[in-house]
């Protein structure tokens, strides 16, 4: 039973224009939401969470949206830059408990 | 400071072999987690470490995985008599302490297993 799920493989995005990455989960008890990045060869590396209370969160040209009602989750990125250019994957954490699930990812790629 | 680390970056093993992975975690870090993720798929939960409590091993995918962490620090996850769907990449993450729930993660490397 996937709980989080990412249902876009691959995206491709022109350089400068917004790349939307999207993330929906099942379970209505997580309330603490993460997105990390990963290049080939390395570690995942964390970009920017959400906690439920919010529905939005900036940092620089990251911005997560959470619409809890819809049990859906973005990361938009504008604008889009080559370095950009890796996998993404949501994960999402409920209270209590000391796992986070992770989606599938979602392979972005920034055209020049 | 220095991230997690991971050894060894790549592992080619045969059939049947035993393997030892090993995590280095940031320096303060209570909790050690680790993630498997096969060609295509996402990150699979396999272990978590709290500082001293018994660790939770409900990802295991089988007896033959086995995991410790020795003095709070260093983990090794052993996988015995390995099969060809193990090859994997290997991830370790490590974060502080949080009240209740998983904190931010921060990975290493990983390690390349191909069982052949």
């Known amino acids: 039973d996937q709980q989080v799920k990412q249902n876009s493989p691959s995206l491709s995005v022109q350089e400068g224009r917004i790349s939307i990455l999207n993330c929906d989960y099942t379970?209505?008890?997580?309330?603490?939401f993460l997105w990390y990045k990963k290049y080939p060869a390395e570690g995942p590396t964390f970009l920017i969470s959400?906690?439920?209370?919010?529905d939005k969160n900036e940092d620089g040209r990251f911005t997560v949206f959470l619409n809890k009602s819809a049990k859906h989750l973005s990361l938009h990125i504008v604008p889009s830059q080559p370095g950009d250019s890796a996998v993404y994957f949501c994960?999402?954490?409920?209270?209590?408990?000391?796992?986070?699930?992770f989606g599938q990812g979602t392979r972005l790629t920034i055209n020049p | 400071g220095a991230g997690v680390s991971q050894s060894p970056s790549n592992k080619v093993t045969e059939k049947g072999k035993d393997v030892e992975l090993r995590c280095d975690p940031i320096?303060?870090?209570?909790?050690l987690y680790w993630y498997r993720q096969s060609l295509g798929q996402g990150l699979e939960f396999l272990i978590y470490?709290?500082?001293?409590?018994?660790?939770?091993k409900s990802g295991l995918p089988s007896d033959r995985f086995s995991a410790e962490r020795t003095g709070g620090s260093v983990s090794t996850l052993t996988i015995q008599r390995t099969q060809q769907e193990d090859s994997a990449v290997y991830l370790c993450?490590?974060?502080?302490?949080?009240?209740?729930?998983?904190?931010?993660?921060?990975f290493g490397p990983g390690t390349r297993l191909t069982v052949l």
């Open positions: 959400i906690s439920s209370i919010k």
């Open positions: 320096s303060g870090h209570t909790a």
């Open positions: 470490f709290q500082g001293n409590s018994a660790p939770d």
């Open positions: 994960a999402a954490s409920a209270q209590g408990a000391q796992k986070l699930v």
């Open positions: 993450a490590s974060s502080f302490r949080t009240s209740g729930r998983a904190g931010t993660q921060y």
């Open positions: 379970n209505s008890m997580f309330d603490y």
